[in-house]
């Protein structure tokens, strides 16, 4: 057959385009996987389950650590991986990289705590060395120094209450999530260094300054009956529950712990207090303050609310329908609306400046508090699940109580009162008539 120059060429183009993969859409894929080369690296007494490991790309390994005795794994690092017992898993490889294992030699608890009690509350936890501690609960010993807690760098959850504590070195704990300090004698304390802190309780101590800018992950902080005149809660977004009571603040910005459910901040010396971004709030307890005014109309789903022996001369609570506890005592109201409250149990408000108020929504009442009032009338016929009714310091000249079958506790001391039935008030244990002209 006679081939032409031109055929000739036209074959030899053919060949190129096949064997380059010329005239196809799909793209190459390549016959084989990479592997990449994953090193282990061992510091102490130890070893792995192997040296050198060679990785598909994109997959992971597992490894394999055993101590020696008298060792522990203390940490391992490298190719991204994390570490579950004693089985490190690397992260998806791309590319070479080492493993860095270093085991620890076992520290016995008796060669870093110096405090006999605290030894012996460690000891009982069951543990002996010092990298096998994670939780210490040592209420009811009587441990005067924590020398040694520093050490303690596995542990999560500390508990010593009630005790003489003057210092702490937690500087070391970075692994602590929970913390219970309440009731010593401690003037200052660092929690700088524990960002894994969610759950503080600093209450009953010494404290003139709490600084908590770096626990981000804090839900719920005590440190009520302590000595602080202020504290910045602006990077505390997580908070909620905060309780801040019997402190000297004359100021607190929650503004940005919107997580709020519930605050405390009781027996400081408050002058104002805004809670307006505060909407999930279900307990808001600020009696004993110098509160002239309290805006609670953003808080809708408040439960319970203190606010008693302030200069309070009005509170709006007629958006606050969820209220099952309201304390006013001790103000300066002239009238309160209470009509829209009809879930309310308990009413506090003695020592103000009633003279009149209507209770006839409120049928739920269990526990009524109208002590030093002025008032001449109160209508109680609705409230038949009353169990204790107040009204010591009034000018009531009769009161109907027919109604009141399970009435417990009955206040009337200093009224104007010429008479009174209480034949239906069977359960009366306790009954107060005097200064009256009965």
């Known amino acids: 057959m006679r081939v032409t120059k031109f055929t000739f060429f036209l074959l030899l183009f053919s060949i190129f385009l096949n064997g380059c993969g010329g005239g196809s859409g799909d793209n190459l894929e390549p016959s084989f996987t990479q592997s990449y080369q994953v090193t282990v690296n061992i510091e102490g007494m130890g070893a792995s389950s192997a040296s050198n490991i060679a990785v598909p790309y994109g997959q992971n390994t597992r490894i394999t650590l055993t101590a020696n005795i008298g060792y522990h794994i203390g940490t391992v690092s490298g190719c991204n991986g994390s570490l579950s017992g004693n089985i490190y898993t690397t992260g998806n490889i791309q590319t070479a990289c080492s493993v860095t294992v270093r085991f620890n030699e076992n520290v016995p608890l008796s060669q870093v705590m110096t405090d006999p009690e605290l030894l012996r509350c460690a000891l009982d936890g069951g543990e002996q060395h010092v990298h096998e501690v994670t939780t210490l609960s040592c209420d009811g010993y009587t441990v005067l120094s924590m020398a040694g807690v520093s050490q303690l760098t596995q542990l999560s959850r500390l508990t010593l209450s009630n005790a003489s504590l003057a210092q702490i070195d937690l500087s070391k704990n970075t692994a602590l999530t929970t913390l219970n300090l309440s009731g010593n004698q401690l003037s200052s304390i660092d929690l700088s260094n524990l960002p894994q802190l969610t759950t503080l309780n600093v209450s009953n101590n010494q404290l003139s300054n709490l600084d908590i800018s770096n626990n981000l992950k804090l839900t719920d902080m005590k440190a009520f009956n302590n000595r602080l005149t202020r504290i910045n809660l602006t990077k505390n977004t997580q908070l909620i529950d905060l309780s801040l009571g019997e402190n000297q603040l004359v100021e607190i910005d929650v503004s940005a712990n919107l997580q709020l459910l519930e605050l405390r901040v009781y027996a400081n010396q408050l002058t104002s207090l805004n809670v307006s971004n505060n909407k999930s709030l279900s307990v808001l307890s600020a009696y004993e303050n110098r509160l002239s005014a309290v805006d609670i109309s953003n808080n809708k789903l408040l439960q319970a609310l203190s606010l008693g022996a302030n200069q309070l001369m009005d509170v709006d609570v007629s958006l606050n329908v969820r209220l099952v506890e309201l304390k006013l005592y001790d103000n300066q109201l002239?009238?309160?609306?209470?009509?829209?409250?009809?879930?309310?149990?308990?009413?506090?408000?003695?020592?103000?400046?009633?003279?009149?108020?209507?209770?006839?929504?409120?049928?739920?009442?269990?526990?009524?508090?109208?002590?030093?009032?002025?008032?001449?009338?109160?209508?109680v016929t609705k409230n038949t699940r009353l169990e204790q009714l107040d009204l010591d310091g009034n000018q009531l000249t009769a009161i109907d109580l027919t109604n009141n079958t399970g009435l417990l506790s009955l206040g009337l001391d200093s009224n104007q009162l010429t008479s009174i039935d209480v034949v239906k008030n069977l359960f009366l244990t306790s009954l107060d008539l005097d200064n009256n002209q009965v």
Do not use: F, K, P
């Open 334 to 379: 002239t009238s309160i609306d209470i009509t829209n409250n009809t879930r309310l149990q308990l009413l506090d408000v003695d020592g103000n400046q009633l003279t009149a108020i209507d209770v006839s929504n409120n049928t739920g009442l269990l526990i009524v508090g109208l002590d030093n009032n002025q008032l001449s009338e109160v209508d």
